[in-house]
């Protein structure tokens, strides 16, 4: 089985370098190509207006000077000589649940993998405020990651599909189990913008993420972390909202 790699946080980051331990359980060929620096938050988009550039670091290691859905077309169109039989994205510094997911490189790079017609599962790990900065712990996914994935090998994918993992902020013996749930809703109009003035005197604006709510009780992605369960949801690229096209149709009719 090929395996292609890939992230949001950078071909440096520390949890790619788990993802790596986890899918040469599961492979001896597998690929990587990432950002060659953190893309968090770039969503599904695709440089257009300036070139990128491939590097490559060994025989089977690549970055690009672009987002997460750049890494994966290059390396789908240039890199691999082959096209993988699996693409694995992660394992991202943090949750990527809820709505999160469409603001997610993570989460992108794997929507990239799956139009490509690719099996494709994005893995994150969701952390407590105490593991802010360099030190967030990698332990759920790292014990947990092989379990999770080997029963999604042979699992059919519909097309246009791909699954979204996140592991819970507890250790390895803190892990209740994993639970198949829905993606949950976020509400992003409580997050916070900081404020603040640079070493110049000029002001500056940062978007927070404490303080954003959820809708309790729905059995979603977002219960299950907070239950201390790994969390797996099937996502899909359709947007269209089936149950409105009657009535739209109806208004031009």
């Not at 809820?98 to 490189?105: A, C, H, L």
């Not at 999604?152 to 639970?179: Q, S, Y």
């Not at 239950?227 to 996502?235: Q, R």
Request: with cysteine; net charge negative.
């Amino acid at each position: 089985m090929r395996i292609l790699l890939t992230n949001d946080d950078g071909i440096h980051a520390p949890g790619l370098q788990v993802l790596e331990r986890i899918a040469s359980r599961l492979s001896d060929d597998i690929w990587i190509c990432a950002p060659d620096e953190e893309q968090s938050g770039a969503g599904h988009s695709l440089t257009l207006t300036r070139p990128v550039r491939l590097k490559q670091h060994d025989a089977r290691r690549f970055s690009v000077t672009g987002t997460p859905t750049d890494a994966v077309t290059m390396a789908l169109k240039k890199v691999m000589p082959d096209k993988p039989d699996l693409i694995l994205s992660g394992v991202n510094r943090g949750a990527n649940l809820g709505d999160d997911v469409t603001y997610s490189g993570t989460v992108s790079a794997a929507f990239e993998g799956a139009l490509a017609g690719v099996r494709a599962i994005a893995l994150s790990q969701v952390y407590t405020k105490e593991g802010l900065g360099a030190n967030v712990p990698f332990d759920a996914a790292e014990h947990w990651g092989e379990q999770v994935l080997r029963p999604l090998l042979d699992t059919p994918f519909a097309d246009r599909t791909l699954v979204n993992v996140n592991f819970p902020p507890v250790g390895t013996e803190g892990v209740k189990g994993i639970r198949v749930v829905r993606q949950g809703f976020h509400d992003y109009a409580r997050g916070s913008v900081v404020e603040g003035l640079d070493p110049r005197g000029f002001p500056y604006f940062w978007f927070g993420l404490h303080g954003i709510e959820h809708t309790p009780g729905h059995q979603t992605d977002l219960e299950a972390i907070a239950d201390g369960y790994i969390s797996v949801t099937p996502l899909q690229l359709d947007l269209t909202h089936e149950a409105s096209l009657a009535a739209l149709a109806g208004r031009y009719a």
